[in-house]
């Protein structure tokens, strides 16, 4: 079974910076691509970041815009995505994901979700 728990969501303001945590394994780390997705209320699943298997290098959604950076700690077993400059329009529940691709900005690529981690943003 896939473990993964994401935590550090919570209220910030416009501008402002959260970072979120996914604990896992060692050996999703090692084996699997890792995402990262946000659900506004009402919209779609959408992708925000990817990192490939083993901490490779990180994919980020076009409106990201630089200002957020996706990590792994792998001593922790932990994917870390620190977010700065934040928008109300990237309020929602953000998930931690795991797959067979790397650095995919598909959902459907990734086999295993977390039950994510929510952020306010307010204005």
């Known amino acids: 079974q896939v473990q993964l728990v994401e935590s550090g969501g919570g209220l910030v303001q416009t501008g402002g910076s959260l970072r979120l945590s996914c604990a896992t394994s060692h050996a999703i780390l090692q084996n699997y691509g890792m995402g990262w997705f946000r659900q506004a209320p009402g919209k779609e699943r959408e992708f925000v970041a990817a990192l490939a298997r083993s901490g490779g290098a990180g994919v980020y959604a076009d409106v990201v815009n630089g200002r957020l950076t996706a990590s792994e700690d792998y001593a922790k077993s932990t994917v870390l995505l620190q977010m700065t400059g934040l928008k109300p329009e990237e309020a929602g529940i953000y998930y931690c994901?795991?797959?067979?691709?790397?650095?995919?900005?598909?959902?459907?690529?990734?086999?295993?979700w977390g039950q994510g981690t929510q952020d306010i943003v307010s204005s």
């Open positions: 994901a795991a797959g067979a691709a790397d650095g995919s900005s598909y959902g459907p690529d990734y086999d295993n």
